[in-house]
Each structure stands twice: as C-alpha cells, then as structure tokens.
C-alpha cells in the first residue's frame, strides 16, 4: 500500500507503508498462533513417585503380582474409583510383561510372588462436565495414592512409596479424574520396575 504525503515546501511523494503493516501482521499472527498451541496443548499429565522404602531388589518377571486396594475410613475415593484404580494398575503392569494375579489372595496363597497393596489418601475430582463447562480455570485432577509391596509368602515389606497421578490441564480439552488414575496407575508400574 502506498500513500502521498505532502511535505512542508509543497512537494508531494509517495510512501510506502507496506513493510512496516507486514511487520506488525506477521507479528500479530505469530503472537495468535503461539497464543493457540498454548490453549490447545495445556499441561501434561503425569506420575510421581515418592519413594519411602526403596526397593530391596528386583521384582523377578516370572513372579506373580496380586493386587489389593484396600480401603479405610479417611479413604476420600469411592468404590468405582478404587475399582478403576486397580484395573488401570493392572493394565499399566500387564503392558510392562508382569504377571497379574486374576484376583487378591486374601488367605495367603499366593506364596511365589508379590503382594501390591494400594491405598487411596487423597484425590481431586475433575469431571468431564465441569471440564466443558469451565476450562482450564477448573485445575487439574489428581489422586494420591500409598503403595506397598510386599512379599506373599511372610510379608515382608520390599518397597514403599506415595504415587500421585496428575491429569493434564490448562484448557477444555484437558484431563479429568479418569485420567489422573490411569497416571497414577503408570507411575505404580514404573515404580515396580525400577529395580528391573
């Protein structure tokens, strides 16, 4: 774009303002796209492990894993929450090529393996419907959970840590409490693992 300007002795000439409107465009533009991966992308999900017992050793591969998501009267979780917990853990620990009791030997017969004790201590929820309704300004989820791993045959404790799973957040597309679980979950099986 070009424009005449008329200078004081009465001369005019012609300008051109197209260089500094492209700065400022593409500017503009690069500012609404940095703007836009921002909102879209929020901020991951995660797991963190808080080790209190390390590991004594590594769990063998060929060792069965039994898990118990125990519950206790300050558990803030519901039912489908800790039942949501143990699948997801079993899930995470099934992709890791570990062996996954079908269900928890409460009698003591699950005498060549580990024992995986879950307990819910803290959690908060963030549901689809206020996610949708108010963005990232509804925070993340999580859940904080106390892990225990224990030898089934004396029960002799091999680990101990506080896992936290973390939903991501920071926009309408972001996680919620199912997510914060599945989190949770990957960082229980990582956990496990570590010594392998």
Do not use: Y
Request: aromatic share 2%.
């Amino acid at each position: 774009m070009a424009v005449v300007v008329q200078s004081p002795s009465g001369k005019s000439r012609l300008r051109s303002v197209t260089m500094k409107r492209s700065k400022w465009s593409t500017l503009l533009m690069l500012s609404l796209a940095t703007l836009a991966a921002a909102v879209v992308s929020g901020c991951s999900p995660s797991g963190q492990i808080q080790i209190a017992t390390p590991l004594t050793a590594a769990i063998p591969m060929h060792h069965e894993i039994a898990i118990a998501v125990t519950s206790s009267s300050q558990d803030p979780s519901k039912p489908q929450e800790r039942a949501q917990l143990e699948t997801a853990t079993r899930n995470a620990l099934s992709e890791a090529n570990r062996i996954v009791a079908a269900a928890a030997a409460k009698d003591g017969r699950n005498t060549k393996g580990v024992l995986l004790e879950m307990s819910v201590t803290g959690i908060r929820r963030v549901s689809r419907g206020a996610r949708v309704m108010h963005g990232a300004m509804v925070g993340r989820a999580s859940i904080t959970v106390q892990v225990r791993l224990l030898d089934a045959a004396d029960k002799a404790v091999l680990g101990s840590a506080t896992i936290t799973g973390v939903s991501s957040g920071g926009n309408v597309f972001a996680g919620t409490t199912d997510d914060a679980i599945i989190e949770a979950a990957k960082a229980i099986s990582k956990f496990i693992n570590s010594k392998s």
